[in-house]
């Protein structure tokens, strides 16, 4: 399961690069298909993180977790609060509306 988490934390990050580099006129494109590949990473990582047992009591918990130390290693620093608020809702159990990613 991990290695699915990573594999689509690969295909965010390579989003991400292919944004940061992106003209005006592919500016929304690249955008879009970034926070697509995002929130299929964060579908992966609520995955992973339901099958841990036990589980993190607090999302301080959560981050201290060594993988996903690994993870947070890989990401570029502006993502960081990006994760830090996901990865607070896998831990209280909720789930943000599809609508709510894409907006």
Not at 50 to 73: G, T
């Amino acid at each position: 399961m991990s290695e699915e988490v990573e594999q689509a934390l690969d295909a965010a990050l390579r989003r991400w690069k292919a944004m940061a580099g992106s003209e005006m006129d592919e500016a929304e494109e690249a955008a879009d298909g970034f926070e697509h590949a995002f929130y299929a990473f964060i579908d992966k990582l609520r995955l992973w993180y339901e099958q841990l047992e036990p589980k993190p009591a607090s999302l301080d918990d959560a981050l201290r977790l060594p993988f996903v130390e690994h993870i947070i290693s890989k990401l570029p620093d502006p993502l960081y609060l990006n994760l830090e608020t996901e990865l607070e809702l896998i831990v209280e159990r909720k789930l943000r509306i599809d609508d709510e990613k894409y907006d």
